[in-house]
């Protein structure tokens, strides 16, 4: 039986028509239609939320009395909006959308439902500065020899990647919590998983994820590599809250899956194999090249700021930033205690190894993109970045643990004893603070919030 959404008009003509067809018990399961008049133009625009993703009719009426079907369009992605017009020569248009159980056939392919570009974005094969091909970074690489990043792959993976399919109940997806133009972090302290439950820690930032030799992933570094993490958030009670089985079986039944797993994998075969590898492939390729510092490698940062480079000293000298934050990826290959407090209510990797000599050790995130991710921390204590600095300048805690570099003296050599002191007050002037935040806004890529190959591929109409 078609239910429909309850009419509504383009201009402001007679009042009283929500009393027309009744609100209640209409559509599918937590869907809703929305009409937003358009301030100062002759359309409107209707959306229409569904987490079923069924296949809608888009009516249109001149009086009210009788009604002419004249689109049908099938939710993509949870949500779906159009532009509705009034007609030539009509002083008025009403418009509903109806949706009938018994008719949600129909074929969904690519070109349907996606909006990809017709030549596949290029992910195999990134064109990188000099300086990411020194054998450092080189050696960061983590991807394994039997998940070679291919085109076709990370296109699936960007796919997979924005779908809200991989929640139990369609209401979010690895984007709810790793948005694009926050560095793939997510600017609220804890995020929201599926049935509205907040995650334990603050999310992470995504940005060069490659780069990281260990290749462990989660702030305690529990996955042991990107393929294991990114299945963690699906089955998460709650973050995503599907088994694999349950995974596997709602991607194989969308139909444009079977095209992009045939042309990443050879045949649409779907596994959580398959799920987890090309997700894998699709975060790898998230890699920034393009920030400021980037820019100025070539030049010893001649198109820095005297104040940006008054940074860039402080932080690889007085402030030692660097001795954690390394390389030109800004991280270590090891975890470290920084010292936020005394003791620590999350473990860190501590809770994974039982371990007391690494309670309260966590994985260091790279810098890169830092000014987009905030808040900062596994549990997002700080919300800014001149508040990080001032906690390395003034407030570090002293902890069994705390890495010796954070410590008074002399910065530890390799092959020397760690140092005795207490924790390290860099006594930074006001001045030299605002220099090491201006340094870290150099780590800002201004292309990786918004390249489009990056981005959410739905068509969700308008
Ligand atoms: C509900 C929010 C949420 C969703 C959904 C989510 N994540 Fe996360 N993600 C987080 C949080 C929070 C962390 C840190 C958790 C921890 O360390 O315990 C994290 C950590 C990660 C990391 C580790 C990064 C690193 O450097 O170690 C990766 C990679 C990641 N997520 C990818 C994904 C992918 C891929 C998906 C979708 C399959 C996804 N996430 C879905 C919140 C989320
Ligand atoms: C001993 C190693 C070490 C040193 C030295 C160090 N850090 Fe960190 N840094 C860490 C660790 C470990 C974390 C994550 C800690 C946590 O969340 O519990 C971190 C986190 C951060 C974050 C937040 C990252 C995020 O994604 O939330 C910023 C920003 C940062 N450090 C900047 C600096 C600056 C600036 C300096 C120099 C003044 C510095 N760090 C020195 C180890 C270090």
């Known amino acids: 039986m078609a239910h429909s959404s309850t009419p509504n008009r383009i201009l402001p003509l007679l009042a009283a028509l929500a009393g027309a067809i009744p609100a209640s018990a209409q559509l599918p399961a937590n869907s809703t239609v929305s009409f937003a008049p358009q301030a100062g133009a002759s359309f409107m625009k209707m959306s229409i939320s569904d987490p079923g993703n ?9 009086d009210l009395a009788n009604w002419y079907p004249f689109q049908a ?4 992605n949870s949500g779906y909006a159009v532009n509705l017009h009034l007609l030539e020569n009509t002083p008025r248009a009403f418009y509903r959308a109806s949706y009938d159980a018994a008719q949600q056939t129909g074929s969904n392919s690519v070109d349907q439902s996606l909006l990809l570009p017709a030549l596949a974005d290029n992910f195999s094969n990134p064109s990188l500065p000099p300086h ?6 080189v050696a960061q690489d983590n991807a394994p020899p039997n998940n070679p ?17 991989l929640s139990a109940n369609n209401s979010v997806s690895c984007s709810s919590c790793h948005q694009q133009e926050h560095g793939f972090s997510d600017p609220r302290q804890f995020s ?3 049935e509205g439950g907040a995650t334990r820690r603050n999310s992470m930032g995504l940005t060069n994820a490659k780069y990281y030799q260990r290749g462990h992933f989660f702030w305690d570094e529990r996955a042991d590599t990107l393929e ?37 994998f050879g045949d649409d075969t779907v596994t959580s194999n398959r799920i987890s590898r090309a997700l894998a492939q699709f975060v790898r390729s998230i890699i920034s090249t393009e920030s400021k510092f980037d820019l100025g490698r070539a030049s010893n940062f001649s198109n ?18 660097d001795t954690c934050h390394g390389s030109d990826n800004f991280v270590p290959n090891n975890v470290f205690n920084n010292g936020l407090e005394n003791p620590y209510p999350d473990p860190g990797v501590g809770g994974i190894t039982g371990r007391p000599q690494d309670l309260g050790k966590f994985k260091v995130p790279s810098l890169r993109n830092i000014a987009l991710t905030g808040p900062y921390m596994h549990d997002g204590r700080f919300n800014t970045l001149e508040e990080v600095v001032e906690f390395y300048n003034s407030q570090i805690v002293d902890h069994p643990n705390l890495a010796p570099q954070l410590r008074d003296g002399r910065p530890p050599r390799p092959g020397q004893p760690p140092q005795p002191g207490g924790p390290i007050r860099l006594n930074l002037s006001p001045a030299e603070r605002n220099a090491l935040v201006a340094f870290l806004h150099t780590l800002t890529d201004p292309n990786l919030a918004t390249a489009p190959k990056f981005s959410d591929p739905f068509d969700y109409g308008d």
């Open 149 to 165: 990043t291919t085109d076709a792959g990370a296109t699936l993976g960007r796919v997979l990647f924005y779908d809200k399919r």
């Open 192 to 194: 929201i998983g599926f």
């Open 54 to 62: 069924g296949f809608w009719t888009l009516h249109y009426s001149p």
């Open 228 to 264: 294991d993490q990114v299945l963690g958030p699906i089955q998460n009670d709650v973050e995503m809250g599907l088994t694999l089985g349950e995974l596997v079986s709602k991607v194989a039944a969308e139909d444009f899956y079977a095209e992009l797993f045939t042309d990443a």
């Open 304 to 321: 820095f700021t005297a104040q940006e480079n008054q940074g860039r000293g402080l932080f690889n000298g007085r402030g030692r930033c």
């Open 132 to 137: 990411f091909l020194t054998p450092q970074i």
């Open 73 to 76: 369009i099938k939710v993509n």
